[in-house]
């Protein structure tokens, strides 16, 4: 069947990339979550999009700043350990590395929790980088823009999950990706009509803000049946 996935947990009522907002997608009983992920001064993975933590009164670099002194200014930061500790045996988690030369303080959070994961990054070198340190890592490239050959963008990263942006998912492409032995997941869907043409495409998975269980959006999303997307594949 056809995943969906929370973009940033599911943020409506609470803020996004909070532990609140993961739980709220479990709530809903979302296959998975996606969530972004830096690293400290002292090489603590923490849960942020950005690379500064903002407030009305500060404004830190999380690469530049230690754990402790963001908590202290942003208390609902959360660990990604914690993330993984709150997921695991519920959902996936899909985690987006936002930067380089951090891929080992990454890979050890993940080495030690048994939460299932997946990384994924717009910059492809790193992902190759993970895969090296992590064989065994599921990992998947982003993309805001229509290549000429996807796969071949999947096949330089030893990645099998292409993220793509919807606007630029079509039938072609998930085929040739499928047939390559990889997975489409189409970012960011936020309308049901957007659900029920990427369901009869074939994408692996729908990365979607939208706060609905998705029993309901798999209802919504057609007759069509996507691929399996058993973590465990």
């Given at each position: 069947?056809?995943?969906?996935?929370?973009?940033?947990?599911?943020?409506?009522?609470?803020?996004?990339?909070?532990?609140?907002?993961?739980?709220?997608?479990?709530?809903?009983?979302?296959?998975a979550i996606e969530l972004d992920v830096h690293v400290t001064a002292d090489g603590i993975c923490v849960v942020h999009h950005d690379e500064s933590v903002i407030t009305p009164k500060v404004a830190l670099s999380i690469?530049?700043?230690?754990?402790?002194?963001?908590?202290?200014?942003?208390?609902?930061?959360?660990?990604?350990?914690?993330?993984?500790?709150?997921?695991?045996?519920?959902?996936?988690?899909?985690?987006?590395?936002?930067?380089?030369?951090?891929?080992?303080?990454?890979?050890?959070?993940?080495?030690?929790?048994?939460?299932?994961?997946?990384?994924?990054?717009?910059?492809?070198?790193?992902?190759?980088?993970?895969?090296?340190?992590?064989?065994?890592?599921?990992?998947?490239?982003?993309?805001?823009?229509?290549?000429?050959?996807?796969?071949?963008?999947?096949?330089?990263?030893?990645?099998?999950?292409?993220?793509?942006?919807?606007?630029?998912?079509?039938?072609a492409l998930v085929e040739q990706v499928t047939a390559a032995g990889g997975r489409v997941i189409a970012w960011t869907a936020n309308t049901p009509s957007e659900w029920r043409v990427f369901a009869d495409l074939g994408?692996?998975?729908?990365?979607?803000?939208?706060?609905?269980?998705?029993?309901?959006?798999?209802?919504?999303?057609?007759?069509?049946?996507?691929?399996?997307?058993?973590?465990?594949?």
């Amino acid at each position: 069947m056809t995943e969906f996935i929370a973009h940033r947990g599911i943020h409506d009522v609470v803020t996004e990339n909070t532990l609140d907002a993961f739980q709220r997608a479990l709530d809903l009983g979302f296959h998975a979550i996606e969530l972004d992920v830096h690293v400290t001064a002292d090489g603590i993975c923490v849960v942020h999009h950005d690379e500064s933590v903002i407030t009305p009164k500060v404004a830190l670099s999380i690469r530049g700043t230690y754990y402790n002194t963001l908590q202290s200014a942003a208390p609902m930061l959360p660990r990604l350990d914690a993330v993984l500790d709150l997921v695991a045996g519920k959902a996936h988690a899909y985690v987006e590395l936002k930067n380089r030369d951090v891929e080992t303080e990454l890979a050890e959070v993940l080495r030690r929790s048994s939460a299932e994961t997946s990384v994924h990054s717009f910059d492809h070198e790193v992902i190759l980088r993970m895969r090296r340190i992590l064989p065994q890592l599921r990992t998947g490239i982003l993309q805001t823009s229509r290549l000429v050959d996807s796969v071949n963008a999947l096949r330089a990263a030893e990645a099998t999950d292409l993220w793509q942006w919807h606007e630029f998912v079509d039938r072609a492409l998930v085929e040739q990706v499928t047939a390559a032995g990889g997975r489409v997941i189409a970012w960011t869907a936020n309308t049901p009509s957007e659900w029920r043409v990427f369901a009869d495409l074939g994408v692996a998975a729908i990365c979607t803000d939208l706060p609905i269980s998705p029993t309901l959006a798999s209802a919504q999303s057609s007759h069509h049946r996507g691929p399996s997307l058993d973590a465990n594949d």
